[in-house]
């Protein structure tokens, strides 16, 4: 943005697709400026395809059946109608309230969103890693009076009440049918807690009973509230209005490009929570577009493929951990037999003839040998996997990519962007978050204290400027809910919304995310690290790491960690060097046990770690010295990471403190004098 540049921020960046001049894109089209508006034009368009589907259980009730049955938009829509008309006539037709929603997710999910949003209601979502502190803070803080749940979790929100009072909450509405009969004691006990207890079948019928016609929100008409894990205190709740999510719409499809047969509706997969603003938005991108939306009825990952290869999507939406799973299994059973271990080399050959243009086809691999794999994974008519919510290495992005046969796009954005504000184009040899969106603006905040500017030491601004990411335009959130002095720090003079993400902005526009600005500490001899850079360079280029946990001490010169590792894919690597290849045929605890104990062994598997961020530009003193590794170091339950997989540093130093101490007893791996 010509003119934008200021002291200590780089100039104001724009897509550049828009034209100089013109405004941040806020809506699709004019008169599309709530996502209600959206909603309704998509149930008028598409109003005899499929919708919103699952697998049922077979009569005899011994498995799902293996097809997914559909709702269509206008079931939809009429099932959203008496649900929202239900809600209010139980709750109250005038005033604003908040509706609770937990469950894993399934039609029902959806509709009761879809009714909030077509009735001036606000949602919000509780999930299991929450724990029940911070549900019982939720539900106290929002006063919500009636939540919408699946059987499982009636026991878990009565011990809550039992446990918290939830004053405000008097209705709990079950997603499946209650028997008078087998359920009459959890009536019983609802009715102890001071709670009317109800299933959806009745709500919908009161609905039916009491229609009321859908109430036409303002676009800055509040409709969900998501909140955040932070790592420290209680969680800060993220209002999401109806005009940003209209807005995340419009990027959405500006940005995202699905290759169908013009006669196909596009299908895709449900598969990450709706209780987190990605999948949600992902979910509002879909139904605008007239999509088939599948839904797992078990949501364990072990049913994914099994899902995918019944659903057959178009487009995959899922998060790095997924992927590097489906790399590290596509690669173990490859390099089992000599016919797999060529296709590797095909792969291999593929991804260095590949260019931003797309893949080099060769008939024999990707028609023949590669059909079955794609098939296999139920990706055989995918056009686009998109990665979000944390980096993902560049390995797994070039490895799926070409042995898929399909575009691989990383996202960037936050749950006070309304999720995506950018993302990468399907090809582009180099793994960034992409250009920004066409309804946001971003700029940088130089960071000189820990060697991040904006500018040369001339004043000139710089080709590839980095610092903190600053963003503004439609898609980011107006406040916090009930929060107006965390709105205020997070919120610059000018309304630039400060996402605490180092970003560096490439030649072509670009935005790659590198650091986060408040995790800095020194060494003994005087040098910054900043912990998440040096765990993001690891994870980017290593497949079989799953997590890392980076520490440094004041009085110490070198660097330590917690390493999380995928133990078939760690195994994998380990076969393929002759000096580890004999613990890949041991049980993974015997192998970690022996690779801890043995400083010459650690030593060697360190070596290779530094060899992969060789070209991440870590400088010396940012290299890990020395590491304990171990599977899933890093948990919820134990506190050390927040529902969204940040790391509570603080936390985690003081529980792996025993750890860290023998790691510095060890000393140095890499010094020669340490060993």
């Known amino acids: 943005v010509p003119g934008s540049e200021k002291p200590g921020y780089s100039s104001a960046y724009r897509s550049s697709h828009l034209p100089v001049g013109q405004p941040l894109v806020d809506k699709v089209a004019p008169g599309f400026d709530t996502v209600l508006s959206v909603m309704e034009h998509a149930f008028a368009h598409y109003p005899d395809r499929p919708c919103l589907g699952t697998r049922l259980l077979k009569k005899d009730g011994s498995d799902y059946e293996d097809h997914f049955t559909y709702a269509t938009y206008r079931e939809v829509q009429e099932k959203r109608n008496r649900i929202g008309s239900g809600i209010r006539t139980l709750v109250g037709r005038d005033e604003k309230f908040v509706v609770g929603l937990y469950s894993s997710n399934r039609p029902e999910w959806v509709v009761t969103m879809l009714a909030t949003q077509a009735y001036d209601l606000i949602y919000t979502a509780l999930y299991d890693t929450l724990g029940p502190t911070t549900s019982a803070y939720i539900l106290n803080f929002t006063e919500t009076p009636l939540l919408v749940v699946s059987k499982e979790k009636l026991r878990s929100i009565f011990q809550l009440k039992k446990n918290n009072g939830l004053p405000h909450l008097k209705f709990v509405v079950v997603m499946e049918p209650l028997d008078l009969e087998k359920d009459f004691g959890l009536v019983q006990v609802a009715e102890s807690r001071g709670v009317r207890i109800l299933d959806f079948n009745q709500l919908e019928n009161i609905g039916r009973l009491n229609p009321l016609p859908v109430i036409k929100a303002r676009p800055e008409s509040t409709f969900g509230i998501s909140f955040t894990s932070g790592t420290t205190g209680n969680p800060k709740g993220v209002e999401i209005t109806q005009s940003m999510t209209a807005a995340f719409v419009a990027f959405s499809i500006s940005s995202v490009y699905v290759t169908v047969k013009p006669e196909d509706q596009i299908r895709v997969f449900g598969f990450l929570p709706l209780a987190h603003i990605y999948e949600v938005c992902n979910l509002s991108m879909q139904l605008t577009t007239g999509c088939s939306i599948a839904f797992p009825p078990d949501p364990s990952p072990l049913k994914l493929v099994e899902n995918l290869a019944i ?22 059973a490859m390099s089992s037999s000599f016919v797999g271990r060529q296709l590797l080399k095909g792969i291999e050959s593929k991804i260095e003839q590949s260019t931003d243009d797309g893949l080099p086809h060769s008939i024999l691999l990707d028609s023949l040998a590669l059909k079955g794999v794609r098939k296999k994974l139920g990706v055989s008519e995918t056009s686009i996997l998109i990665s979000g ?47 920004i969106a066409i309804t946001t603006e971003f700029r940088l905040r130089a960071l000189p204290q820990m060697n991040y500017h904006t500018h040369d030491e001339k004043g000139v601004e710089l080709d590839e400027p980095q610092g903190e990411l600053l963003l503004r335009g439609p898609q980011i959130f107006p406040r916090y809910f009930k929060n107006p002095e965390a709105t205020k720090d997070t919120f610059d003079e000018d309304g630039w919304f400060k996402t605490g993400d180092v970003a560096r902005r490439d030649s072509r526009g670009r935005i790659t995310i590198i650091d986060r600005v408040k995790n800095f500490f020194k060494l003994a001899q005087g040098e910054y690290i900043t912990p998440e850079r040096v765990e993001n360079a690891y994870l980017a280029v290593t497949p079989f790491l799953t997590q890392i946990y980076v520490h440094g001490d004041s009085m110490k010169t070198f660097l330590v960690a917690i390493v999380g590792v995928e133990p078939e894919a760690f195994k994998t690597h380990l076969s393929r060097h002759r000096k580890t290849h004999h613990l890949a045929r041991l049980p993974i605890e015997q192998v970690l046990e022996k690779v801890n104990n043995s400083p010459e062994i650690k030593k060697f598997i360190l070596h290779k770690l530094d060899d992969n961020v060789k070209h991440e530009g870590l400088q010396g003193f940012e290299k890990l010295h020395n590491v304990k590794f171990m599977i899933e170091p890093l948990k919820i339950s134990d506190d050390t990471i927040t529902p969204t997989l940040k790391i509570k540093r603080n936390i ?10 023998q790691l510095y007893k060890e000393g140095s791996l890499l010094k020669n004098n340490k060993l």
């Open 311 to 332: 659903v057959k999507p178009h487009i995959v939406c899922l998060v790095p951990r997924v992927y590097t799973k489906m790399e590290a299994s596509l690669k173990e």
């Open 389 to 435: 919510s944390a980096p993902i290495g560049s390995e797994t992005v070039d490895f799926l990519r070409s042995s898929l046969g399909t575009g691989f796009s990383q996202g960037y954005g936050l749950t006070e962007s309304t999720s995506g504000i950018s993302v990468s184009s399907p090809f582009d040899k180099e793994v960034t978050c992409g250009g």
């Open 652 to 661: 985690a130093a003081k529980f792996f403190k025993d750890s860290f101490e």
